[in-house]
């Protein structure tokens, strides 16, 4: 009988899901312990002991012991009343099972033996073999729980060597006992236990039944065929939990169900969170349709596992499907989805709030948010602006923007309008949502250019939206925050007109160096836009010196140079301030071509170690267009000259540099009178021809706009 001390704690434990796979022991008992010999006579003693610590100890040592002086008293502390002495007997009979030679039972390979204690005659029963057989006898003859779970966790471990004896006992043994030994040829995680298990289905049992169909599903990764023609069968099985389980393991599969079979299953509270999960998966254009039409009316977690079950169909190849069936549901989807999007988590929402509700708070608001974009649902811009104040959202929150497109522009602008301001209290810390949302409005604006819109910018006259835009843009580039600023100043690389030079020109003046550098690369893009304004505007800015810098940037954007202007590159390269010096020895170069050698000469020997990395970068690319164009010219032996000066400079910084603007080092040897070729890091091997060409890998110029 069993005992009424019998304590069971947490002893059922995890369930093995891949064969071979064994629970970690634990540490409270040290390996030392385990491992120490110990009189077979004195472990037995221990096991008495009325202290369970103590028993608990004794049972760990029994995994070195002798399997057969060993095995009645492994019995006894399988049987243990407290838990954790049962639970270290089932790890000493792992160690036991684990210490067995290899094939000491079996012939040809992968035979089986043909009963549990059998073997080849002459030869020892493994201990597995002794395990199960042992095992079995206990399941026949006791009644303790403790004992039988126990037993059944073993006889999992003994995997297929406990396969035939299982299903054998499985045809003699009656009522309770039988669905331990489906629970057992479960855990064995054998193939051969389908058999038995799928004949078990044909019971009138239903415990029985239902564990069957439980160690089914529980093979589908070893046996994924079968296991997932018999889950298929049990769908329409007669026990609304024997097609729960079929459903739950086909789901675990991802094996889709056809939706004339899943159609129906939705409808039944009990299976309709395994359908939806399953509605994901089927690839039916009815499956986003009979969602949608179920978000209209769905409350509480059901409404929570639509939009997840939608989300996913959304990724996948029937999301045009779903979109179209997001379009068409009538008004009250869509304002549904928006209320979930903006749910705080906190109660009170509905629908729904997101909590207990077996998901992700915030990933449930960004998969509503996505879908309400999707419907193109009123308010969802909205939601997609307040959703870029959280960082976890920022990314949904963005993508929403972009699904939406122009019809996001008057909820970003109604935002930027609020919080783009000279007094910092306004926008302190929503600094990086309002970036964001520049770079939001900036894109949906170039991506109506690219469609031909009316009205978007370089197609026509602005419409009165997206003008609003570009002045909200403008008056970004003097905030207080220099995310916004930056930000601003790309944005009008991409959307600002002619008029925006003198805006620029004055931010690469500005105190803080990102916001300089992002104005130089506002200036080369606008430059490249706008050409001939550009030529006429670099002829103003070389007349102060003040402005030398922005008119470096103009002309290496144009690509370009008269006389005039190559004389001012020049003498800006050698006199000017650090930043027009860099400025104007990348321009020179890419302006000058060959004839700007020699002013990389000089500028290789700058004190500024700015300006000395832009002459070996900007040398490293002229080297690549000369080897290009004149392979055997006189201007390119003298780039090679110079290559070889940067190496001998010993500076690695100078040589990564040049190597990054597209110089060969170790493809084009020798380089230098000794013949040592050179060793610098990222080098390209292969011939003289393999040479990078401009810009490859040295990056875009300075002031460039990718």
Same mark, same amino acid.
């Given at each position: 009988?069993?005992?009424?001390?019998?304590?069971?704690?947490?002893?059922?434990?995890?369930?093995?899901?891949?064969?071979?796979?064994?629970?970690?022991?634990?540490?409270?008992?040290?390996?030392?312990?385990?491992?120490?010999?110990?009189?077979?006579?004195?472990?037995?003693?221990?096991?008495?002991?009325?202290?369970?610590?103590?028993?608990?100890?004794?049972?760990?040592?029994?995994?070195?012991?002798?399997?057969?002086?060993?095995?009645?008293?492994?019995?006894?502390?399988?049987?243990?009343?407290?838990?954790?002495?049962?639970?270290?007997?089932?790890?000493?009979?792992?160690?036991?099972?684990?210490?067995?030679?290899?094939?000491?039972?079996?012939?040809?390979?992968?035979?089986?033996?043909?009963?549990?204690?059998?073997?080849?005659?002459?030869?020892?029963?493994?201990?597995?073999?002794?395990?199960?057989?042992?095992? %079995?006898?206990?399941?026949?003859?006791?009644?303790?729980?403790?004992?039988?779970? #126990?037993?059944?966790?073993?006889?999992?471990?003994?995997?297929?060597?406990?396969?035939?004896?299982?299903?054998?006992? %499985?045809?003699?043994?009656?009522? @309770?006992?039988?669905? %331990?030994?489906?629970?057992?040829?479960?855990?064995?995680?054998?193939?051969?236990?389908?058999?038995?298990?799928?004949?078990?289905?044909?019971?009138?049992?239903?415990?029985?039944?239902?564990?069957?169909?439980?160690? =089914?599903?529980?093979?589908?990764?070893?046996?994924?065929?079968?296991?997932?023609?018999?889950?298929?069968?049990?769908?329409?099985?007669?026990?609304?939990?024997?097609?729960?389980?079929?459903?739950?393991?086909?789901?675990?599969?991802?094996?889709?169900?056809?939706?004339?079979?899943?159609?129906?299953?939705?409808?039944?509270? =009990? *299976?309709?969170?395994?359908?939806?999960?399953?509605?994901?998966? #089927?690839?039916?254009?009815?499956?986003?349709?009979?969602?949608? #039409?179920?978000? #209209?009316?769905?409350?509480?977690?059901?409404?929570?596992?639509?939009?997840?079950?939608?989300?996913? !169909?959304?990724?996948?190849?029937?999301?045009?499907?779903?979109?179209?069936?997001?379009?068409?549901?009538?008004?009250?989807?869509?304002?549904?989805?928006?209320?979930?999007?903006?749910?705080?988590?906190?109660?009170?929402?509905?629908?729904?709030?997101?909590?207990?509700?077996?998901?992700?708070?915030?990933?449930?608001?960004?998969?509503?948010?996505?879908?309400?974009?999707?419907?193109?649902?009123?308010?969802?811009?909205?939601?997609?602006?307040?959703?870029?104040?959280?960082?976890?959202?920022?990314?949904?929150?963005?993508?929403?923007?972009? !699904?939406?497109?122009?019809?996001?522009?008057?909820?970003?602008?109604?935002?930027?309008?609020?919080?783009? @301001?000279?007094?910092?209290?306004?926008?302190?810390?929503?600094?990086?949502?309002?970036?964001?949302?520049?770079?939001?409005?900036? /894109?949906?604006?170039?991506?109506?250019?690219?469609?031909?819109?009316?009205?978007?910018?370089?197609?026509?006259? %602005? @419409?009165?939206?997206?003008?609003?835009?570009?002045?909200?843009?403008?008056?970004?580039?003097?905030?207080?925050?220099?995310?916004?600023?930056?930000?601003?100043?790309?944005?009008? +690389?991409?959307?600002?007109?002619?008029?925006?030079?003198? *805006?620029?020109?004055?931010?690469?003046?500005?105190?803080?160096?990102?916001? /300089?550098?992002? +104005?130089?690369?506002?200036?080369?893009?606008?430059?490249?836009?706008?050409?001939?304004? $550009?030529?006429?505007? $670099?002829?103003?800015?070389?007349?102060?010196?003040?402005?030398?810098? +922005?008119?470096?940037?103009?002309?290496?954007?144009?690509?370009?140079?008269?006389?005039?202007?190559? $004389?001012?590159?020049?003498?800006?390269?050698?006199?000017?301030?650090?930043?027009?010096?860099? +400025?104007?020895?990348?321009?020179?170069?890419? /302006?000058?071509?060959?004839?700007?050698?020699?002013?990389?000469?000089?500028?290789?020997?700058?004190?500024?170690?700015?300006?000395?990395?832009?002459?070996?970068?900007?040398?490293?690319?002229?080297?690549?267009?000369?080897?290009?164009?004149?392979?055997?010219?006189?201007?390119?032996?003298?780039?090679?000259? *110079?290559?070889? *000066?940067?190496?001998?400079?010993?500076?690695?910084?100078?040589?990564?540099?040049? $190597?990054?603007?597209?110089?060969?080092?170790?493809?084009?040897?020798?380089?230098?009178?000794?013949?040592?070729?050179?060793?610098?890091?990222?080098?390209?091997?292969?011939?003289?021809?393999?040479?990078?060409?401009?810009?490859?890998?040295?990056?875009?110029?300075?002031?460039?706009?990718?």
């Amino acid at each position: 009988m069993s005992r009424a001390s019998d304590d069971l704690g947490p002893f059922s434990g995890p369930r093995v899901s891949d064969a071979n796979l064994w629970p970690t022991e634990p540490d409270s008992i040290s390996p030392s312990v385990r491992s120490t010999p110990m009189p077979i006579a004195a472990i037995a003693a221990a096991l008495d002991a009325d202290d369970a610590e103590e028993r608990r100890q004794a049972a760990a040592r029994l995994g070195r012991a002798d399997i057969t002086e060993a095995l009645p008293l492994l019995l006894r502390a399988l049987g243990d009343p407290d838990w954790r002495v049962r639970k270290e007997a089932t790890y000493a009979c792992h160690r036991l099972i684990q210490a067995a030679p290899a094939g000491s039972i079996q012939g040809a390979e992968g035979e089986r033996p043909s009963a549990p204690q059998g073997g080849a005659e002459g030869e020892r029963p493994s201990a597995s073999q002794l395990l199960v057989g042992a095992v %079995l006898d206990a399941l026949r003859t006791s009644d303790d729980v403790g004992l039988r779970n #126990a037993a059944i966790e073993v006889l999992g471990y003994c995997g297929r060597d406990a396969t035939p004896a299982l299903v054998v006992a %499985l045809g003699e043994l009656a009522g @309770d006992e039988r669905k %331990l030994v489906v629970d057992a040829l479960g855990r064995t995680r054998d193939p051969a236990a389908l058999d038995a298990l799928y004949a078990a289905l044909a019971e009138q049992d239903d415990n029985l039944r239902q564990s069957a169909i439980e160690a =089914i599903s529980g093979m589908g990764l070893i046996a994924r065929e079968r296991v997932t023609d018999i889950l298929y069968e049990r769908l329409s099985d007669r026990d609304r939990f024997v097609r729960l389980t079929a459903l739950n393991g086909l789901n675990g599969l991802e094996a889709p169900v056809p939706w004339r079979v899943l159609s129906p299953l939705i409808d039944d509270p =009990i *299976l309709r969170s395994a359908a939806l999960v399953a509605a994901a998966l #089927a690839e039916s254009p009815e499956a986003p349709r009979a969602l949608v #039409a179920a978000l #209209a009316t769905a409350r509480g977690g059901a409404f929570a596992q639509l939009v997840r079950a939608l989300a996913r !169909l959304a990724e996948g190849p029937l999301a045009q499907h779903a979109v179209e069936a997001l379009r068409a549901a009538p008004i009250e989807v869509g304002a549904r989805l928006v209320q979930a999007a903006a749910a705080q988590g906190s109660g009170g929402a509905e629908p729904p709030s997101w909590r207990g509700l077996g998901a992700d708070p915030v990933s449930g608001r960004a998969q509503a948010l996505v879908l309400a974009a999707m419907a193109r649902a009123p308010g969802a811009a909205d939601a997609a602006v307040q959703a870029m104040i959280e960082p976890a959202l920022v990314e949904t929150a963005q993508r929403a923007l972009g !699904l939406l497109g122009g019809e996001a522009l008057p909820a970003v602008l109604a935002y930027l309008d609020r919080h783009v @301001d000279p007094d910092p209290d306004l926008w302190e810390g929503l600094d990086d949502a309002t970036a964001a949302l520049i770079d939001g409005a900036v /894109a949906i604006a170039r991506q109506r250019a690219r469609e031909g819109e009316p009205g978007a910018p370089g197609v026509g006259r %602005l @419409d009165p939206q997206l003008d609003e835009l570009l002045g909200a843009v403008r008056r970004s580039v003097k905030s207080p925050s220099t995310l916004v600023a930056t930000s601003a100043l790309y944005g009008l +690389a991409k959307i600002g007109t002619a008029d925006d030079f003198s *805006l620029v020109v004055s931010q690469t003046r500005a105190f803080s160096l990102p916001v /300089a550098r992002a +104005a130089e690369s506002a200036l080369a893009g606008l430059s490249e836009r706008y050409p001939e304004a $550009a030529r006429a505007l $670099a002829r103003r800015l070389m007349q102060a010196e003040e402005t030398h810098l +922005a008119a470096a940037i103009v002309i290496e954007a144009l690509g370009s140079a008269d006389p005039e202007e190559i $004389a001012f590159l020049t003498g800006v390269a050698s006199a000017g301030d650090v930043r027009a010096r860099r +400025a104007a020895v990348t321009a020179v170069a890419a /302006a000058a071509g060959a004839s700007a050698l020699e002013v990389l000469s000089l500028s290789l020997a700058d004190e500024e170690r700015e300006v000395r990395l832009a002459a070996a970068r900007a040398l490293g690319r002229l080297y690549a267009s000369l080897t290009e164009s004149s392979p055997a010219g006189d201007d390119r032996v003298r780039a090679r000259e *110079l290559l070889g *000066l940067v190496r001998a400079s010993g500076e690695p910084e100078l040589v990564t540099a040049a $190597a990054q603007g597209g110089a060969p080092f170790r493809s084009d040897p020798p380089w230098s009178e000794a013949g040592d070729r050179l060793s610098a890091p990222g080098s390209i091997e292969g011939g003289e021809g393999s040479a990078s060409t401009p810009g490859t890998s040295g990056g875009p110029p300075s002031g460039k706009v990718q």
